[in-house]
């Protein structure tokens, strides 16, 4: 009876030492949140001019801002009417097409 008093008491201590330890040791960080990055900024109707100027167009007009890109109509190299569809972030224009 003896022995299984001191196995209870001894398991007892154990489960006790345990859990102090536990309670006396810094909890583990958190994990660092996945890099995120930070959306890039809209550039303005003026840096969107000079972008699509930069690419050959001419009489440039209408600069609009529309559903998260800029759209624009111009005059391409053999002076034809063109309707831009121009990346809002990066300046690249992204599609053409033949404006009526």
């Known amino acids: 009876m003896k022995l ?7 398991a007892v201590l154990g489960a006790a030492a345990l859990a102090a330890h536990a309670q006396t040791q810094a909890p583990a960080p958190a994990p660092a949140p996945a ?3 930070a959306p890039a900024s809209i550039l303005s109707i003026s840096q969107i001019h000079d972008a699509i100027t930069a690419a050959g167009y ?15 109509k111009a005059r391409d190299a053999q002076a034809q009417r063109v309707k831009l569809y121009v990346n809002a972030h990066t300046g690249a224009i992204e599609r ?4 009526d």
């Open 4 to 10: 299984i008093r001191t196995l209870v008491s001894g």
């Open 35 to 37: 890099a995120r990055t």
């Open 58 to 72: 001419r009489d440039v007009t209408e600069i609009e801002l529309e559903h998260g890109r800029y759209e624009a």
């Open 96 to 99: 053409t097409k033949f404006d």
